[in-house]
Every structure is written in structure tokens, then in C-alpha cells.
């Protein structure tokens, strides 16, 4: 026999944003933002747990609480019309257009029963019968006394600061023209304007879906135990244990289509304490008859004592699970997996046939009030809670800024600001970073993805590195590469002032800097006439150049000023030689001049505008261990990063020092460094670190003590192989033992069907996740450190002129050709 939906649909209408069942009943809906999956401790879960429990007590007796889950299977969707992104990026979005991920949206029912209102059953719902309003729904007393209850509720919870309620309207609750509403969305099972068919002739079915129904309804097939948090084998090691919610087998872990209805009827405790102690004696006159009824009564006994004893909130309480499919062969294949999920609970299935109808029925948003009461038990509000699904899947940042990396149980691409928002936040007070990765984690993969997203939205990055490991990037997005070779030496020009640039008092003073360190040693004093001597010939050098059009700023032209000229200038103003000695100075700097050893280092005539140039790579691998140049270069990145710091305004300035270890080691770029991780906040630039081991760390007291305590963002790649000494790190970095759990979780349990990495990132101590850092072959490719990819590369790059993104695009596609053809 066919009804029409309308005829027999439990709800009558929306008021107040309250929805109205035809039997009186008045729910409050809310959706619920829950915490990340993966990033939360035992004593997060505990205190969650109990928020739970001190919520739910302040609800009114014969209220139910009704919460639901929808897990849906989506697919990314890719945007491919925003024409200002990067060649790159637009292989990304290719990448990951269409990557399946379980999309999670949760909700919160909170229904009120009218005084009187006759139990259900499966043989006595609404979906057979319809009623009059009870007297009791038509009065406005009662109800603002619910709504106040509602409100006490959700603010418990939310001032747990683990979740968010949302307090839902009439235009979510009820379908409009445009919008699929909450209670058709479940009638149908899909958000599309469709209507479907319920057919509960044989089986379940909405639509073309056939659907399953598994419950935890009876007593006997709970789990003897049951927790706020359950150990996540995949990811736990000998040293950690790794936790989930006790029901996350049930939400984000049962990777199908399907929703988790949890209910827990409150009704009146005492009455319910009354029934069982009647219980408990009729099974004391049945025990002499029966092993079975004497255990029943030992545990009603155990129950109505720890109600008592313990203060317990007794409730009835029902689990279920929904699943569906399009296609009638994968049912066997849900089975199992919901099967599978249950045991890892300890629990067990319970498919439902018969009163599947009814259980559907009741899952309606607004009508868990007629759900069938036989299907439910007796159960204490501190076991029901642990029943909850506490979490939901990773979310994307609104910020503009951030970086892409994926949700880690799927690779779905989600986008993270590790800079701006968590300052926000006032979780961090500061924007740098510290990273730390043995070779082969994946680190100067990672930074290479970080450098490049935070490059393609403004910012002005300049690299210190060791390896050449920037070199593809550098060259993809046309920067300044600087490096030492012995027919390509590294060249520089201090003297040039580019556009946007001018000769104040900074530029002078970074000038000086560079001659005092080329004239003296570390450990020789300068005077103070000689200091004065200085300015005096660099402004009368620039003066100069005005008046001389045709002279070109460079070391060799200011060396040429100094001996022609400014040497007249001290004569004349009888400067001595004891306070300046002039020809000392010209003695110790001829190497730099014309025909001299490093007469190439500051006469470039290329590369010149460092100011404005955005992307810039210092490659110090050949000169680390040079004590003329290394000096020069290391005094040179500073002066060029602290120029752009204080010049360029509103725009936001990275430095990032990448292996450069024994460099740091050195006392006058120790100090910069010291002097840049304190200071660069306040001009809207972050500084970066970037080591391997873990010796590096401790042996360097900078590091120690300047790096890691003005970095509020750490991030840290695979540590495993250092998992038996972790502590040293964890007390080092200051990490907690959520935070140990999660690092030495990381590359656990990847996908064997994916090539990515790991990384855990820890913001301020209070945010910690593990993202994967997967990303399309062309970006690999840009990426790579691989020494055969990266020659190969330039090699199809020369076929195109030396433009690197064709040649990425050709070696891609034929990589792509030959895996198509094995």
C-alpha cells in the first residue's frame, strides 16, 4: 500500500525555530563543529567525556538526546577558474581534483516529551498512527523552561572549548526552493532536489539506495568495557600509545556512506531506580530456580547500588548505524566493514530487519521521541556518553594565507595557516619556525611546498642553503641564485642602490660594516676616528657618482675614489695616520680591486637589486669552510634581509637558513641570528630553521636558547630512528605527551597506494596535527633533490630554452607515458 509522505511525515511544522511533532514533542536543533580527529589526548577525550555528562544533567526529565552523524562519501572538487594561479597550483588542484574523501557533518537534537505521552514500541510508532497535540506543548511555560535547559546545554559544552553549537533556523531545519533542508536531506538520504520513494516492503530502501541498519540495542551485545578513548594500534609504538574516541570506529574510521543516530532517553531516575529494585526482587524469588536469573539479579543489584553510591544518572540509550549503497552486491562488503568496526569496539552486530522501520523512522530530526522503546537499555549517562562520536575530519583554514598539505586518513588537500591565524588566535606570539628531520624525512621537500606557497602569495623570501636544494624552485619562479663556482664565481655589488632603495643611514651603516669587516679581524678594534673616516668617504663617494654620470657604483670605483681622491680630502683636513691609515686600508683591501683574488666579489653588474627582488638563494656549500668569502657572503645576507625588513612595509618578509650549521657556528652570524628571531616579528617577517640532527640542537647554544624559544611553530618530520632517545627532544622542544604521540606516530601507517610524507606541526603548544605533504608530479619535480631527476630536468628544460616549467611539463608527461605503459 503507497502513502504519501506528507500524509504520514511525524513533523507538523517549524515555530520559534523549535520543530513541532504531531504528538506534541518540541526539539532544538543545533549543528556541532567537533575537534580533529587525531589531535587529541587522553585528558582532552576525559575532559571532553565529562563535559558531556555535566550537560546532559541539566537536561529536563523525558527529554532525549539525539545525536547524529552523516559520513557521506564525496570527491574534491578542483577550481579551475581562478586565472591568477601559478602553473603549479593548477597542477595541484589537477592532482587532486576528484580525491575521495568522508565528508562529516554532525547534529544535535535535544526533544521534549509531553507529560504523559505513551512510551513507543516497534509495534506502536507514529509512522502507523498520527494524534492530537497533548495540552502540555500548547503552554508557553514549559516550553521557555526546555529552551533554557537547551541553552545551559549547549553553553556547558562549548565552554569545554572542544566544540561549537550552532543554533540551527527554520530555513536549515525545513527545504526551500533552493536549499535542501535537514529533514528532507534524511528522508532522502542525498542533498539533491529529488524525491524518492521509502519502501520498507522488503528491507530498507530510499530511493535507489538499499540500505542497512545495524544497532547496539540490547545489553547483552555491549562491550564488557567501555572508555572515553580506545588505543589506535596503527599508529601507537612501544613507547606510545596513540588515542581515539571510543567510537570513532563507528564516525570518521568506517570509511562508507553512512550515519550514526546515538540516542539517550532521559526520563524520570527515580521511577527508573523504582522498576529495577522491582526487577532485582522478582529475580531474588527466581534465583533458586535458575543460574541465569541469579546473575541478573547480581547485576540489577550492581546497578541500583553504583546509582546510588555513585550518584549516577540512569538512562535508556540506543546505537545505530545506517549504511547504503546504489549497487545490491556491495551490501555483503558494508556488512563486514561495519562488522569489523563493532569488534574493535568489543562489540557486536545486530542487523536489524523487522524493526528497521520503526528505528528509520525515529532517526527523523524531531522525532526521536517515537523511538521504540524495546529497542533500547539501561544504562548510566557516564557509559552512554562513551558511545558519542567526539570527532570529525580535518577542516580547512578561511585565511588567505597558508600553505596546501592533506587531511591524513584520506590526502584530501586541506589549507593551513601556520603564520597569521594562529597569531590571531593568541596561541602564538610570534610567526617563526623551527624544523627539525634526519636526511631522507622529507624535510627539504616540505620546505620547498612551504617556501613556494608562501612566495606565490607576496612574500619576499630569501634563502640560506647548503646542497642546492632550492635550486629548481629558484629557477621556476626566476629569483636570484647565488653561488660559488670556479667559473662562475659568487658576485655580489653593496654599493648599487636600486630602485626603491635609497643612501640613508642604514644603507651606510651596512656599507661600513662590510669594509670594517673586510679591513679588521674578529678580534681587532676599530677606532672611532677611523669609524668617522668611513662615513665621511662614503658620502663623499656617492657625492661623486652624482656629479660623475658615467662612473658605475662598485667596489672597484669607490677603491679608485679612496686612493685618487678622498686621500687629498685627509691631507687637506690634516687627518693623521695614527687615526686613520688610509694606506693600510687600500693595502688590506686590494685583493677586492681590479686584477686582485677576489676582484669579482663586489663588482657585479648583474643581480643587482636585492631590495626588490622577491625571491633570493644564498648557496654557501662551496665556501662554508672559506675564511675570506664565507665571512663576506654571511655579512652580506644579513645586511639584504634586514634591508628589506625595515624598507618594506606591509609586506610580509621570510628568512629561511637551511643546513647551515657550521656556519651558525660562526659568532657574528650566531648573534645575527640571535638578534633576527627576537626582533622580526615586529616587521612582519618570520625567520626559519632548518637542521638535521638532534646534536645540532643541543650543541649549539643559540640554538638552545634564542631559536627554539622564539619559535612558536615547530615542525618536526619523521623522528623514528631517534624514538628511543625522543625524550631528550621532547624536554628540549618542550613538547607534552600528546605531542610525543603524534611525532612518533608519524609514517606509521601510510598509504602503501600514495607517495607522500608525514609532518607534524605544533602551534604554540596548544594546536597539534599531522598533515601529510603530498603533491603532484610537477610539483615534485620542482622539488626534487634526487641528483639523477634534477639533471635530467634541466636537461629537458635546455630543450625549451631553459624555461623550467616546460620543461617539468614534458619530463611529467613522460613519466606519466611510461607508467601508462608498463
Given at each position: 500500500?503507497?502513502?504519501?509522505?506528507?500524509?504520514?511525515?511525524?513533523?507538523?511544522?517549524?515555530?520559534?525555530?523549535?520543530?513541532?511533532?504531531?504528538?506534541?514533542?518540541?526539539?532544538?536543533?543545533?549543528?556541532?563543529?567537533?575537534?580533529?580527529?587525531?589531535?587529541?589526548?587522553?585528558?582532552?577525550?576525559?575532559?571532553?567525556?565529562?563535559?558531556?555528562?555535566?550537560?546532559?544533567?541539566?537536561?529536563?526529565?523525558?527529554?532525549?538526546?539525539?545525536?547524529?552523524?552523516?559520513?557521506i562519501d564525496s570527491k574534491y572538487k578542483a577550481d579551475f577558474t581562478r586565472e591568477d594561479t601559478s602553473f603549479?597550483?593548477?597542477?595541484?588542484?589537477?592532482?587532486?581534483?576528484?580525491?575521495?574523501?568522508?565528508?562529516?557533518?554532525?547534529?544535535?537534537?535535544?526533544?521534549?516529551?509531553?507529560?504523559?505521552?505513551?512510551?513507543?514500541?516497534?509495534?506502536?510508532?507514529?509512522?502507523?498512527?498520527?494524534?492530537?497535540?497533548?495540552?502540555?506543548?500548547?503552554?508557553?511555560?514549559?516550553?521557555?523552561?526546555?529552551?533554557?535547559?537547551?541553552?545551559?546545554?549547549?553553553?556547558?559544552?562549548?565552554?569545554?572549548?572542544f566544540v561549537k553549537l550552532l543554533r540551527l533556523k527554520r530555513a536549515q531545519i525545513i527545504s526551500s526552493k533552493s536549499d535542501v533542508g535537514i529533514v528532507e536531506r534524511y528522508c532522502t538520504l542525498s542533498e539533491n532536489r529529488y524525491i524518492k520513494d521509502l519502501d520498507f516492503s522488503d528491507g530498507l530502501k530510499v530511493g535507489d539506495q538499499n540500505c542497512q541498519l545495524y544497532t547496539l540495542g540490547d545489553a547483552v551485545d555491549l562491550p564488557p568495557l567501555c572508555g572515553s578513548r580506545i588505543n589506535y594500534d596503527r599508529y601507537s609504538t612501544d613507547r606510545t600509545k596513540f588515542s581515539v574516541g571510543f567510537a570513532s570506529t563507528l564516525g570518521q574510521l568506517l570509511s562508507?556512506?553512512?550515519?550514526?543516530?546515538?540516542?539517550?532517553?532521559?526520563?524520570?531516575?527515580?521511577?527508573?531506580l523504582q522498576k529495577l529494585e522491582s526487577k532485582r526482587l522478582r529475580l531474588q524469588s527466581l534465583s533458586a530456580y535458575s543460574r541465569e536469573n541469579a546473575i541478573a539479579r547480581d547485576a540489577t543489584n550492581d546497578f541500583l547500588n553504583e546509582a546510588i553510591s555513585q550518584q549516577?544518572?540512569?538512562?535508556?540509550?540506543?546505537?545505530?548505524?545506517?549504511?547504503?549503497?546504489?549497487?545490491?552486491?556491495?551490501?555483503?562488503?558494508?556488512?563486514?566493514?561495519?562488522?569489523?568496526?563493532?569488534?574493535?569496539?568489543?562489540?557486536?552486530?545486530?542487523?536489524?530487519?523487522?524493526?528497521?522501520?520503526?528505528?528509520?523512522?525515529?532517526?527523523?530530526?524531531?522525532n526521536a521521541a517515537d523511538f521504540p522503546m524495546n529497542d533500547t537499555f539501561d544504562i548510566f549517562a557516564e557509559q552512554a556518553t562513551c558511545f558519542l562520536n567526539l570527532e570529525s575530519g580535518y577542516r580547512s583554514s578561511l585565511s588567505p594565507m597558508g600553505i596546501r598539505l592533506g587531511d591524513r586518513l584520506t590526502g584530501k588537500p586541506v589549507h593551513v595557516d601556520i603564520s597569521d591565524e594562529p597569531m590571531k588566535m593568541g596561541i602564538c606570539t610570534n610567526r617563526n619556525k623551527f624544523i627539525l628531520g634526519p636526511s631522507g624525512s622529507g624535510k627539504s621537500f616540505f620546505t620547498n611546498h612551504m617556501v613556494r606557497s608562501y612566495y606565490e602569495q607576496g612574500t619576499h623570501v630569501v634563502l640560506v642553503d647548503v646542497g642546492h636544494s632550492y635550486k629548481g624552485l629558484c629557477d621556476m619562479v626566476k629569483g636570484y641564485y647565488f653561488t660559488y663556482s670556479e667559473e662562475n664565481p659568487i658576485r655580489f655589488n653593496p654599493f648599487y642602490i636600486g630602485e626603491g632603495d635609497s643612501l640613508d643611514t642604514e644603507k651606510k651603516e651596512s656599507i661600513k660594516t662590510l669594509l670594517l669587516a673586510l679591513w679588521k679581524k674578529d678580534d681587532e678594534q676599530f677606532k672611532r676616528s677611523e669609524y668617522v673616516a668611513?662615513?665621511?668617504?662614503?658620502?663623499?663617494?656617492?657625492?661623486?657618482?652624482?656629479?660623475?654620470?658615467?662612473?658605475?657604483?662598485?667596489?672597484?670605483?669607490?677603491?679608485?675614489?679612496?686612493?685618487?681622491?678622498?686621500?687629498?680630502?685627509?691631507?687637506?683636513?690634516?687627518?693623521?695616520?695614527?687615526?686613520?691609515?688610509?694606506?693600510?686600508?687600500?693595502?688590506?683591501?686590494?685583493?677586492?680591486?681590479?686584477?686582485?683574488?677576489?676582484?669579482?666579489?663586489?663588482?657585479?653588474?648583474?643581480?643587482?637589486?636585492?631590495?626588490?627582488?622577491?625571491?633570493?638563494?644564498?648557496?654557501?656549500?662551496?665556501?662554508?669552510?672559506?675564511?675570506?668569502?664565507?665571512g663576506i657572503v654571511t655579512i652580506i645576507v644579513t645586511e639584504v634581509f634586514i634591508n628589506k625588513m625595515r624598507k618594506m612595509k606591509g609586506i610580509r618578509k621570510m628568512i629561511l637558513i637551511e643546513e647551515a650549521w657550521k656556519a651558525l657556528m660562526k659568532d657574528g652570524f650566531a648573534e645575527y641570528i640571535k638578534y633576527l628571531f627576537k626582533t622580526v616579528r615586529k616587521f612582519f617577517g618570520e625567520a626559519i630553521v632548518v637542521t638535521q640532527e638532534v646534536e645540532d640542537i643541543i650543541s649549539s647554544p643559540v640554538v638552545k636558547q634564542a631559536i627554539i624559544n622564539n619559535s612558536d611553530c615547530k615542525i618536526l618530520l619523521d623522528q623514528s630512528k631517534y624514538q628511543n632517545k625522543f625524550d631528550q627532544i621532547q624536554e628540549l622542544l618542550g613538547l607534552t605527551e600528546k605531542e610525543k604521540a603524534l611525532v612518533l606516530s608519524v609514517n606509521k601507517a601510510n598509504d602503501p597506494t600514495k607517495k607522500y610524507k608525514e609532518v607534524f606541526i605544533s602551534l604554540g603548544g596548544v594546536l597539534s596535527k599531522v598533515y601529510r605533504t603530498e603533491v603532484s608530479l610537477e610539483e615534485y619535480l620542482a622539488y626534487t633533490t634526487e641528483q639523477s631527476e634534477k639533471v635530467k630536468l634541466f636537461q629537458h628544460a635546455e630543450k625549451f630554452g631553459g624555461d623550467l616549467a616546460k620543461g617539468i611539463r614534458a619530463m611529467a608527461d613522460e613519466i606519466r607515458n611510461n607508467d601508462q605503459n608498463q
Open positions: 500500500m503507497e502513502k504519501m509522505l506528507e500524509e504520514i511525515l511525524p513533523i507538523m511544522d517549524v515555530e520559534h525555530d523549535c520543530i513541532l511533532s504531531k504528538q506534541g514533542d518540541i526539539t532544538v536543533a543545533y549543528k556541532v563543529e567537533l575537534p580533529e580527529i587525531f589531535t587529541m589526548s587522553d585528558s582532552d577525550y576525559e575532559a571532553f567525556h565529562q563535559a558531556w555528562i555535566k550537560a546532559m544533567k541539566v537536561l529536563p526529565k523525558f527529554t532525549v538526546l539525539h545525536k547524529q552523524d552523516w559520513f603549479l597550483s593548477r597542477s595541484s588542484e589537477r592532482f587532486f581534483n576528484e580525491r575521495p574523501f568522508l565528508d562529516h557533518s554532525c547534529y544535535v537534537f535535544l526533544t521534549k516529551k509531553p507529560k504523559g505521552r505513551k512510551s513507543s514500541s516497534s509495534l506502536f510508532s507514529n509512522l502507523l498512527r498520527r494524534s492530537i497535540v497533548p495540552e502540555e506543548t500548547l503552554k508557553l511555560s514549559p516550553l521557555q523552561d526546555f529552551l533554557d535547559a537547551c541553552g545551559q546545554f549547549a553553553h556547558i559544552l562549548q565552554d569545554s572549548g562508507c556512506n553512512h550515519i550514526y543516530n546515538q540516542f539517550v532517553f532521559i526520563d524520570d531516575g527515580q521511577k527508573t549516577r544518572l540512569p538512562v535508556k540509550a540506543h546505537f545505530n548505524v545506517l549504511v547504503w549503497t546504489d549497487e545490491q552486491e556491495k551490501l555483503k562488503d558494508l556488512k563486514n566493514l561495519v562488522s569489523s568496526a563493532l569488534a574493535q569496539m568489543d562489540a557486536v552486530a545486530k542487523q536489524e530487519t523487522v524493526g528497521a522501520p520503526q528505528i528509520f523512522w525515529a532517526g527523523i530530526p524531531g668611513l662615513s665621511n668617504a662614503i658620502g663623499g663617494y656617492y657625492a661623486h657618482l652624482e656629479s660623475n654620470s658615467d662612473v658605475f657604483p662598485c667596489f672597484d670605483t669607490y677603491y679608485e675614489f679612496l686612493r685618487d681622491q678622498y686621500r687629498e680630502v685627509l691631507t687637506g683636513d690634516k687627518v693623521k695616520e695614527k687615526d686613520f691609515d688610509i694606506d693600510n686600508f687600500l693595502y688590506v683591501l686590494r685583493p677586492y680591486y681590479r686584477g686582485g683574488e677576489f676582484d669579482y666579489l663586489l663588482n657585479a653588474t648583474e643581480n643587482l637589486d636585492l631590495l626588490q627582488e622577491r625571491f633570493i638563494v644564498f648557496e654557501l656549500d662551496n665556501i662554508k669552510d672559506h675564511p675570506i668569502l664565507f
